[in-house]
């Protein structure tokens, strides 16, 4: 399987991926001083995230969309995606700029309008998010783009994997990365799976 110009079957050699998130403050001047940094510590990828705050959610200060218990309580889930969203019109931008430093560049897509769009920018790979591992259609139409399907299993079950990874081989997709992550912090052991 290859990612970019990494190949994982020749080669023993670790692929470090570096998150992008939110960590620009939607300022691309941190987002691209972000990137060579990630260069400069040895990473091989930088992975973004594509996604508006309009295909996560919908805009409502209801209480089923407020976030609770966390440093952004009270804060809405639209509120939320808009302050950390990656700006579409960066990525171009970005990508450039990350394959020009020799980096691999892909993104976790979390609706089919993002699967689209990272193909015109010929993504080499999909990453699906924990929180998406139970998005079927997400992971059909991503793995029937025919690149690398990395699949998150912090909030995923057995079940939930194999469906996963099911859904990817019947898209005619073989290429799948499985991530063992946690996603609450700090995890209670018990609650790491």
């Not at 991926?17 to 930088?46: F, P, R, W, Y």
């Not at 970005?94 to 979390?110: E, H, R, T, W, Y």
């Not at 309008?113 to 790979?125: C, G, I, R, Y």
């Amino acid at each position: 399987m290859k990612i970019g110009d990494f190949d994982f079957k020749n080669t023993s050699r670790t692929l470090i991926v570096a998150e992008m998130s939110a960590n620009h403050n939607q300022d691309i001047a941190t987002a691209k001083e972000t990137i060579l940094a990630i260069k400069k510590a040895g990473a091989d990828c930088v992975k973004l995230q594509t996604y508006t705050p309009d295909t996560l959610t919908i805009k409502s200060d209801k209480d089923d969309f407020k976030i609770k218990g966390s440093i952004w309580n009270g804060k809405s889930l639209y509120g939320l995606y808009e302050e950390a969203y990656t700006p579409w019109e960066w990525h171009e931008e970005l990508f450039n700029l990350a394959n020009n430093q020799g980096l691999i560049c892909f993104s976790s897509p979390f609706d089919k309008t993002s699967v689209d769009f990272l193909e015109k920018l010929n993504t080499p790979a999909y990453k699906i998010a924990s929180f998406e591992i139970n998005d079927i259609d997400l992971i059909e139409y991503s793995a029937s783009q025919g690149k690398p399907i990395i699949l998150s299993t912090g909030v995923a079950t057995h079940e939930d994997i194999e469906l996963a990874i099911n859904t990817c081989r019947k898209a005619g997709n073989n290429e799948i990365i499985l991530l063992k992550c946690t996603s609450s912090y700090p995890a209670p052991i018990e609650d790491a799976n």
